[in-house]
RNA sequence: GCUGUGAUGGUGUAGGGGUUAGCACGGCAGAUUGUGGUUCUGCCAGCCCGAGUUCGAUUCUCGGUCACGGCCCCA
């Protein structure tokens, strides 16, 4: 028996119908903030990828040669594609800005665990050529909207914001140039050490760099600061406090903030978190993430923020951008998870079709006969299904019982006879005669339903 | 990159150096030649792969594969 390679699903009909529905709800979701859906290649130019995030990041994917020996890869992640599709597609004569969403498979070589495979699903969005307050928060409003209407429970949003603290070290006098010989800027190493909780380490790197090492304290407090909006006053108050400091990306901060919350429903939990930094050095302004706790170590599901990536293909004037990713696998891990907890049958909200299905059977009779109504009841918006292996009744009443059927159209040698169908609801046992047409069998199937 | 646990029909499991490898769900057929969900009967279907130890391995050992955890990193 051959298996499945490591890290990778296959997905039953059960399972299917989960994830068009939920892919379903996040496209009408971003349909409804303004964007609008493209698709990109499965597999691109290695090149494209270690353009974005350095040549570390090859061991993490599934490279390969084509027949001609193009490098080619797997695509790890969607946004870089994104961008190329935009340099690529002359999008850039487009009007500004765009809205665009994306949805497809992501492939990394990284080991398997729960909400981590090799094959994974992103859906995410891009807002290019347009920046500031206003458009990061149009950003965050569908990431928590679509969050708010699947569904979701007791997850977490932390909104921060890179320039802030990278606004307060170079307003001390840190550079945010990378010195010679070294490999990275002193302020990077700085928002390292805030992160890693490093306080020596940063106070060392002040001393070096001519700074004097008591700043280290407040840019600690600041760092630590969490909690809601409220957090932002005492924000204030230390970044005042800090000679020469800008107080712009605070302010942006705030009018995001006040955006998201009249454009967005309430999260379960909103919180400002100045070191949510992603990680990332293309991040340049606003930076948010979404976390669901019972996930454990892969809890987060949701990142996105600023970037400037766009430069890298030759459009600098559309930098910066802003957009999201969602892991379309592990919110769905936490919806089932969520229904599990709660007893809920169904995940996604419209995963199963209310209008059902119908189970046409015809019973000891010439099938050809009664097709032409299968075909019209399907035409009419139906969902049909045809009994194929001529069934004794008992059988395909059982048969139709076990694949979920709401519906029976049973049409036996008595029926036609009295040019008529029995329509029966499974779901009430309700059953009555028609007449044998189309037309009368959808009505009554409407009648019962 | 480091590290831990596990693998028995389609699914969930019991067992264990020599067994007809047990049970439940499921699928198929019948009880029941025009009506499902309950019931009864029968059948279908399994020890992940490879090597080693042994008279004999599904069971023990090692390797592989896959899955699931804990760090690191990311989505």
């Given at each position: 028996m051959v298996q499945r390679p490591r890290g990778t699903r296959d997905f039953t009909p059960k399972v299917m119908a989960r994830r068009l529905a939920f892919e379903q709800l996040l496209e009408e979701r971003a349909r409804r903030h303004g964007f609008s859906r493209i698709q990109t290649p499965i597999f691109e130019s290695l090149d494209l990828f270690t353009a974005k995030s350095g040549p570390g990041i090859i061991s993490q994917l599934y490279a390969f040669e084509d027949k001609s020996e193009r490098p080619l890869t797997l695509r790890p992640e969607l946004t870089a594609p994104v961008m190329r599709m935009i340099a690529e597609e002359g999008m850039q004569m487009l009007q500004k800005p765009l809205r665009l969403s994306y949805y497809g498979q992501c492939y990394r070589y990284e080991e398997s665990k729960k909400g981590r495979y090799r094959e994974f699903f992103q859906y995410g969005v891009e807002l290019i050529g347009e920046s500031g307050p206003l458009a990061e928060a149009e950003v965050i409003a569908l990431a928590i909207d679509m969050l708010d209407a699947c569904g979701l429970e007791n997850w977490e949003v932390r909104i921060g914001h890179v320039g802030i603290l990278k606004d307060a070290l170079t307003g001390l006098g840190l550079s945010a140039e990378i010195p010679e010989g070294?490999?990275?800027?002193p302020v990077a190493s700085a928002m390292r050490f805030l992160d890693k909780g490093d306080d020596a380490g940063l106070a060392k790197l002040f001393t070096d760099n001519g700074i004097n090492p008591d700043n280290t304290a407040p840019l600690r407090a600041l760092a630590d600061l969490e909690g809601g909006v409220e957090t932002l006053g005492p924000a204030r108050d230390i970044l005042t406090s800090l000679e020469g400091v800008s107080l712009e990306a605070l302010d942006d901060l705030q009018t995001t903030l006040e955006a998201v919350a009249a454009l967005a429903p309430t999260p379960p939990s909103l919180a400002v978190d100045l070191t949510v930094a992603r990680g990332l050095d293309y991040y340049t302004g606003m930076v948010f993430e979404v976390k669901v706790p019972e996930l454990g170590g892969e809890g987060q599901v949701l990142g996105g923020g600023s970037y400037k990536l766009l430069h890298l293909f030759g459009l600098p004037d559309l930098d910066p951008s802003c957009g999201f990713g969602l892991g379309f696998d592990r919110v769905l891990l936490a919806l089932e998870a969520q229904a599990e907890a709660s007893g809920r049958s169904e995940v996604v909200p419209g995963e199963t079709d209310p209008k059902g299905l119908v189970a046409f059977i015809p019973f000891g009779i010439d099938v050809s006969g009664v097709l032409p109504i299968v075909a019209s009841l399907r035409n009419a918006g139906e969902r049909i299904e045809l009994?194929?292996?001529?069934?004794k009744i008992a059988k395909a009443m059982k048969w139709a019982n076990s694949i979920g059927c709401q519906f029976t159209v049973v049409i036996g040698p008595r029926d036609l006879e009295n040019g008529q169908a029995m329509v029966k609801s499974l779901v009430s046992g309700e059953q009555q005669a028609v007449e044998l047409n189309a037309d009368a069998i959808a009505a009554a199937i409407q009648a019962m339903r």
């Open positions: 070294a490999n990275e800027p009994e194929l292996r001529g069934r």
